[in-house]
Each structure stands twice: as structure tokens, then as C-alpha cells.
């Protein structure tokens, strides 16, 4: 078990964040979207219970990009780091980018979603997770 809150922060170290509760799930999302915004195959984020993300330094610096019709993407832009992304309808609905915590966070991705475009020049890992041709409901 990790201990709380969980840490994490960017590259650059402008923006720093908590998670003062336990994450509910993570996933691997392998759209087109997370291809770009990461420049990678596939993009790990952790879904956080409502309300237990707090950003202690650099709140003002987020920047977020966001899609009519999808989740807004946040990031720092001093550095490009990709942070959380936040649901359009309840703002309080929050992922963290695995990458962005400083420790193990003490979960594991647990699904593939978005396999139907996933890369064609990385093949996805034979991990047996369970694959979704489309994306979390
Ligand atoms: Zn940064
Ligand atoms: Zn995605």
C-alpha cells in the first residue's frame, strides 16, 4: 500500500500535486488523441475518487486542451508534461497520468481501451487485459 497522500508533479517542476485518497482503476488508452498529446503508443492514467486531487503549486499555470467531444486535457506548459484529464459534464470526474506521480501509485492498469486505433508500429502487449475497441463508458 502506498502511503497518502500520493505525490507527483511535471518535468519542470512548475506544477506539483496530492491524492489524498486511494485510486479507484486505471487504464491504458491507446486513441489517437493520447498518441499525439504523449508520443507514445499508449497513454496509462488513473482514475481518482471525486474531490481528492489537490494542486499545490502551479494551478494557475495549467493549461488544458479541450476537445467538444471529449474529456479536457491538462498539462503544463513550461514543459509539456501531460498531467490529468478532467470530464466535460462534472469537472470533478478526474484521471492522473500515471507517469506524473512520483512513486508507485499502487495500482495497475487494468483494461486497454481504444485498441481499434491503436498504433500500428507498437504492438499491444499481450498482458491479458481485457481490450475495449472503444473507450471507457
Ligand atoms: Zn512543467
Ligand atoms: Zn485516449
Redesign the pocket.
Known amino acids: 500500500m502506498p502511503t497518502f497522500p500520493l505525490t507527483g508533479g511535471?518535468?519542470?517542476?512548475?506544477?506539483r500535486f496530492e491524492v489524498d485518497e486511494q485510486l479507484l482503476t486505471a487504464n491504458y488508452c491507446h486513441c489517437t488523441r493520447c498518441q499525439r498529446r504523449t508520443g507514445t503508443a499508449a497513454s496509462a492514467q488513473a482514475v481518482i475518487e471525486p474531490g481528492s486531487l489537490r494542486i499545490v503549486k502551479g494551478a494557475d499555470v495549467v493549461r488544458s486542451f479541450r476537445p467538444p467531444d471529449g474529456w479536457a486535457k491538462l498539462f503544463?506548459p513550461?514543459?509539456g508534461?501531460a498531467l490529468f484529464s478532467q470530464s466535460r459534464d462534472d469537472p470533478a470526474k478526474m484521471t492522473v497520468r500515471m507517469s506524473a506521480f512520483d512513486t508507485d501509485p499502487g495500482i495497475r492498469p487494468q483494461a486497454r481501451y481504444h485498441v481499434a486505433t491503436a498504433a500500428a508500429w507498437e504492438p499491444i502487449p499481450d498482458d491479458g487485459l481485457p481490450r475495449h475497441a472503444g473507450g471507457r463508458t
Open positions: 511535471c518535468l519542470c517542476g512548475a506544477v503544463c513550461e514543459c508534461s
